[in-house]
């Protein structure tokens, strides 16, 4: 499997704020790198860069011996030319064309695999005739990466393939990302907001803030030593003095739970700050959740 | 009173013959203006825009000028092709056909416009260029504009005037068109007459109209 490396720089506009994007990576073989950071830091924007789709002020993006783009070479390969797998955040399903044409239009010439066997692997069968607007959005998505599979691309490009899932959806496509990577090994660039996802799928996570790589590493180098603390972060609903204590509410993804603190650490919590809450990992409660 | 119903009919054929044409010249202008980025594009929209600002008048004046035979262009297509465009049916189609582009090229570009740009982007990703694209992702996702278009190019057709007199004149069973014979039955005291020609036109872009409407209404709903 070829080896890909990129250097770019380009300016960005977010907004109100410029900012400079510059970005330096080497890949290999059959990593899963996420690309990780806030909204807005330039996570899409890089994989656009790979995809053809927007051009960088300057650098250079190369796939093993294939040079996609080169500002000092005056080298931009189209698109069309790029053979690089890109599944967008809304999907971009063609409307007018079944689940069965969304597949076969991404089927390249070359390509071993046939829509059939696309289909039974994404479970897509049975909807092969559906229209992309009478399938739910964990089945849009399923149809997005096996239309992109479809074309043999050399790198996959996830963005947010899950972030408009809900939560028993996204462990099930998680699955199958894992188990579609497994049956066709693929170069991954996977855009990411959440850590359990990155856990995953992901071998190398690289931290983006404001355009610029700001950490790199496994998983567990990046998202700091996992071992001493459980750290979660949610925000301030509501912060009542209840005689000694504070009674603090705040909601974490979905949940939302009251904790107790004292006086002196409840001062400052306003209604609407993001905290993060912290347990300590020595006996902590630990269930396991029968479905 | 003597009620001709072959003005109608012309109105009708003209209408017809030129909403068809105009769809299938009007695809490969609307992928140009859809895909262009050069200034060229720019200059294009203000001529495919120009007919709706001008009064018909003036448009069917330039062409009587330009399609004259004694004119080069009118020469030209009377020697090579032995094609008369002025007060001929076919000066007609082409007079029409040229007037209603913007009806046919405005309802397709937005309806490409309105389209999300990663639809495209999508295609291009997966390997295929912009005609494939053009032709087997984005037109079948505009259907309805397809339909706007050649419904208000028809309706448009039926009740051109002034640009039909002037390329066409007036020749019965030839280019009196139901708007002139309406006219012309005005002008010589015909008022039944008159009253007819004008209820059917109300009635047929009524009709239209209605059609216009049930379709987008439909559309809209399984869209």
Redesign the interface.
Known sequence: MAAFSMTVRKRLTAGDTAFELDFCIDAGGMDCVALFGHSGAGKTTLLRMI???TVPDEGRIALGDRVLFDSAARINV?????????V?Q?Y?L????TVEQNVR??L?RDAGGSVDSLLETFGLAPLRRRLP?MLSGGQQQRVALA??LA?NPSVLLLDEPLSALDPVMRTSLQEALCSARRAMPVLTFLVSHDCGEIFRLATRVVRIADGSITASGTPQEVFAAPGDRMRVSGQVLDNRKHGAINVVTIAVGEEISRIALSPDEAEGLAVGDLVSVSVKAFNPDVRKIVK | MNFDPVPLLLSVKLAAASAVILLVLAMPLSFWLYFTRSPAGYLARVFVNLPLVLPPVVVGFYLLLLFNPSAPVGHFLQQVFHLRLVFTFEGLVVGSVLFNVPFMVNPVLSGLESLPRSLCEASFVLGKGRWTTFWRVLLPSIRPSLLTGLILTFAHTIGEFGMVLMIGGKIPGVTRVASIAVYDDVESLHFAAAHLYSAVLVIVSFAVLFLLILVNKRFARTW
């Open positions: 995809a053809g789709l189209p698109p069309q030319h790029r053979r690089v797998g890109l967008f809304e971009a063609f409307p007018r064309m239009y991404g390249a607007a239309r992109t074309a």
